[in-house]
């Protein structure tokens, strides 16, 4: 019954804002454009597009295998529909829908799918912000520069931390585990402290892929894509 409920929210939320970004688009204009259009670089831009999201798939894929067994076409599938849901859905909520799928689809927890979602999302960022940097570096200086320049490497030192967080869990996952055990019974029943220690446990699973520095590197070059 509770994923029935969930479903039927899910579809018509996504029909709402659906709604909300194609109510002003003028649809006679836009077949009337689509027609005079020239069909090359389109057919173009659709397969350049569709081997991009191929590779974000292996990659994300890459990173859940690091740990469970889970075939690519499934991954691939619940790519999709989280880019998708991140259109039409704000805050981009498309990441809370990928983690839904992938514990219904693949049999694993909520925990460790965002764990896994958090590595693909940080691998972006940190290939991001190291092309910016590497770029603004060869840019005349400036005052405005400077800022931007402050401001990125601010940011940089802050990913760095967080990816600095995540190894140090990953490597001492047991024992940070049994630490937060410790720490949640002074509060909670033991029952209870140990479900939520569990659901960090289950977390930190989800980042094993930096343990292994080639399924890292994997990772990373393809977030170059």
Request: hydrophobic residues 55%; contains cysteine.
């Amino acid at each position: 019954m509770k994923r029935k409920i969930l479903f039927w929210f899910g579809i018509i939320v996504s029909i709402v804002f659906l709604y909300i970004a194609l109510k002003d688009i003028d649809f006679g204009e836009f077949v009337s454009t689509l027609r005079g259009a020239n069909p090359g670089p389109m057919i173009g831009a659709f397969v350049l597009i569709t081997g991009l999201y191929t590779v974000r798939a292996l990659r994300w894929h890459t990173i859940i295998r690091a740990r469970y067994k889970v075939p690519y076409f499934t991954a691939f599938r619940i790519e999709m529909i989280g880019l998708f849901s991140n259109n039409v859905l704000p805050a981009r909520a498309g990441e809370i829908v990928r983690a839904f799928f992938l514990r219904r689809e693949a049999n694993v927890t909520k925990s460790f799918a965002f764990g896994t979602i958090l590595v693909d999302r940080v691998t972006d960022l940190a290939i991001l912000l190291t092309l910016m940097l590497v770029a603004l570096s060869q840019l005349p200086d400036s005052s405005v520069l400077a800022t931007v320049n402050n401001v990125e490497e601010f940011a940089f030192i802050a990913l760095s931390g967080l990816i600095l967080g995540m190894v140090v869990l990953v490597l001492f996952r047991v024992q940070f585990v049994a630490l937060l055990e410790k720490l949640f019974g002074c509060v909670l029943s033991e029952e209870n402290a140990c479900k939520l220690a569990g659901k960090f446990d289950d977390f930190s699973r989800g980042l094993e892929v930096l343990r292994n520095p080639l399924r890292l590197a994997a990772v990373l070059l393809m977030a170059l894509t």
